[in-house]
């Protein structure tokens, strides 16, 4: 089965600053993956997802991520961080022939002034 | 709303009581979803509905979960005997059908067992 590990609990980063959020994966073939935001009190909403092809992809509110698949890794990157992108992000891992997606524990971005 | 639906939003209870959860899926989506998130320990699947097929219900925790939907739409989630570790947050999404296409959540249910 497959499984998703968010080595970061809690990032803290300054407004206008760069932001990454790590994504582990274990899956013995091409998985499907997501970035998930939940921002306070509210559901999850998705950023983007990787499913073939182009190993970089773009998502909503200026996010992107990279599948590296020699890693394992599915990390979302921002260059640069707004007040309201403070909220918790998940990543999770779905496979081709499994509805259940499996997430990870979450990360939690706190940003400063 | 064009969103799914979830109520109650809060709910505290007493331990030994029964609750129920319930969530409207957006309209047309065939699949549902139970989640349920703990503090710290990411989004526990919970079970599955697809259209008319038998709803895998291999992540509820114990006999006293269940869950079901009826006429394909609204869900109702029943915790039986309520403990303290059933305290949570119960997201329920949706979909047009599975894994590629993404899913919608609910803002979910807090759950308090007292």
């Known amino acids: 089965a497959q499984s998703v590990t968010q080595p970061d609990i809690h990032i803290t980063v300054s407004e206008g600053a760069s932001l990454e959020l790590r994504c582990n994966y274990s899956y013995g073939a091409t998985p499907y993956l997501f970035w998930y935001v939940q921002s306070p009190g509210q559901g999850l909403q998705l950023l983007l997802k990787y499913f073939s092809g182009d190993t970089l992809v773009q998502g909503i509110k200026g996010f992107e991520a990279e599948f590296k698949r020699s890693q394992s890794s599915f990390n979302l990157r921002k260059p640069s961080v707004h007040w309201s992108d403070a909220a918790e992000y998940f990543c999770a891992v779905g496979a081709g022939n499994d509805y259940k997606l499996s997430f990870g524990a979450g990360t939690t971005v706190t940003v400063r002034a | 709303g064009a969103g799914v639906s979830q109520s109650p939003s809060n709910k505290v209870t007493e331990k030994g009581k029964d609750v129920e959860l319930r969530c409207d899926p957006i309209?047309?989506?065939?699949?549902l979803y139970w989640y349920r998130q703990s503090l710290g320990q990411g989004l526990e699947f919970l079970i599955y509905?697809?259209?008319?097929?038998?709803?895998?219900k291999s992540g509820l925790p114990s006999d006293r979960f269940s869950a079901e939907r009826t006429g394909g739409s609204v869900s109702t989630l029943t915790i039986q005997r309520t403990q303290q570790e059933d305290s949570a947050v119960y997201l329920c999404?949706?979909?047009?059908?599975?894994?590629?296409?993404?899913?919608?959540f609910g803002n979910g249910t807090r759950l308090t067992v007292t």
């Open positions: 999404a949706s979909s047009l059908r599975q894994v590629l296409s993404p899913l919608h």
């Open positions: 509905f697809q259209g008319n097929s038998a709803p895998d």
């Open positions: 309209s047309g989506h065939t699949a």
